[in-house]
């Protein structure tokens, strides 16, 4: 880059500031714009409006080098965006093995493999969408109470800001935080719960914060939209033979990993989108919830999960609800050498991206 700019290579210093979407307008010889914007001229009768947005770099001008979510610009502020990535390197909460405060940093590492364009469903994100990623919240590590109210600070400016979040954590913990935050703006929320556990316990150790009881705590606080909450994925062994009954006092629906073996999600999906109709609804989405055979970095895993493919059915099968933020959790790159769990996640991020409301599918 240093040899194109002393030269005044027009034609690869012209490839690359296209592959970053970015527009010269400079002030004086060799200065380039200070943020990655896409440029609408680009993109075609597809664009949404004539105002620039943030967009991937096409890694057939630029490498796939590790940095930020889909390799995005990074704000420090939501202000202007649409929607964002966000990371809470949080693991305090964990009952088992540990290291999902690693997550963010490895879901971004390996989101390079993303591209702007979904074919399979027809969504072009970022033609409807100004996205970034907001970099990560600073946890307190030694106070889970503490790092929990740094969450919350964080997200309140995030929802006041009208940005829907993205967020990789993180134990499921976080989502507790979070979705005070949500309900504050939006009032009680739909819950599309994705997970091999409940996480509806009451307490642990007598404590009655730790990844385990996220839920136990929104329906305490009245965050919850009880109706319109279903959980899919649920399975493994329990201390007695009616662990759901707490969940069905509530009203929340849960279907079981077995209902799910062998087959498709897509009518169960249409069964969801009817009960959660056109009111807002979150996305929880633990990694656990796929079998340890394609997601093994993870700090609670267990048998007999759900598939890649019945998880792009469940998030896509949210195309047209009024989703107002999304996680995904418990990825622990600790267990996970080949880096795959890290790569379903990173996808199955980029798929929440793609059915949030603004975006339309072409």
């Not at 690693?102 to 469903?121: D, H, K, Y």
């Not at 399975?235 to 069905?248: A, C, F, K």
């Not at 790569?343 to 339309?360: D, Q, T």
């Amino acid at each position: 880059m240093q040899l194109l700019l002393a030269l005044g290579c027009s034609r690869g210093l012209g490839r690359t500031l296209s592959a970053w979407g970015l527009r010269s307008g400079r002030s004086g010889p060799g200065a380039l714009p200070a943020a990655r914007l896409c440029d609408p001229r680009r993109t075609g009768s597809r664009q949404a409006s004539d105002v620039p947005r943030n967009q991937p770099p096409s890694s057939e001008f630029v490498a796939r080098s590790v940095g930020s979510m889909m390799r995005l610009p990074v704000q420090s502020s939501p202000e202007g965006l649409d929607a964002a990535f966000v990371g809470v390197p949080l693991d305090i909460g964990t009952s088992n093995r540990p290291g999902a405060r690693f997550g963010p940093r490895r879901i971004r590492e390996e989101s390079v493999m993303l591209r702007s364009a979904n074919p399979s469903t027809g969504a072009l994100p970022f033609q409807f969408l100004m996205v970034a990623d907001l970099g990560d919240v600073n946890v307190n590590l030694y106070n889970l109470q503490d790092s929990c109210q740094l969450i919350r600070e964080a997200y309140q400016k995030i929802a006041a800001a009208g940005c829907v979040p993205l967020t990789l954590g993180g134990d499921h913990t976080i989502t507790y935080p979070i979705l005070q935050a949500m309900a504050e703006k939006h009032g009680p929320v739909g819950l599309l719960h994705v997970d091999a556990h409940t996480d509806t316990a009451d307490k642990v150790l007598g404590e009655k914060l730790y990844h385990g009881l996220p839920f136990r705590r929104c329906v305490d606080e009245g965050l919850l939209d009880c109706k319109r909450v279903v959980q899919i994925g649920i399975r493994g062994s329990s201390m007695t033979l009616d662990p759901y009954r707490y969940n069905w006092n509530q009203g929340f629906r849960v279907v079981l990993a077995e209902d799910c073996w062998m087959k498709s999600l897509v009518p169960l999906m249409g069964e969801v989108r009817q009960q959660m109709g056109g009111k807002p609804i979150y996305i929880s989405f633990d990694i656990d919830a796929l079998d340890p055979a394609y997601a093994p970095g993870t700090g609670t895993p267990e048998i007999a999960g759900l598939t890649p493919s019945q998880a792009l059915e469940i998030i896509r099968g949210c195309q047209g609800l009024n989703v107002v933020g999304c996680d995904l959790v418990e990825v622990s790159p600790l267990y996970d050498p080949s880096g795959n769990t890290a790569l379903l996640a990173a996808n199955l991020l980029f798929e929440m991206l793609c059915v949030l409301p603004k975006v339309k599918v072409v």
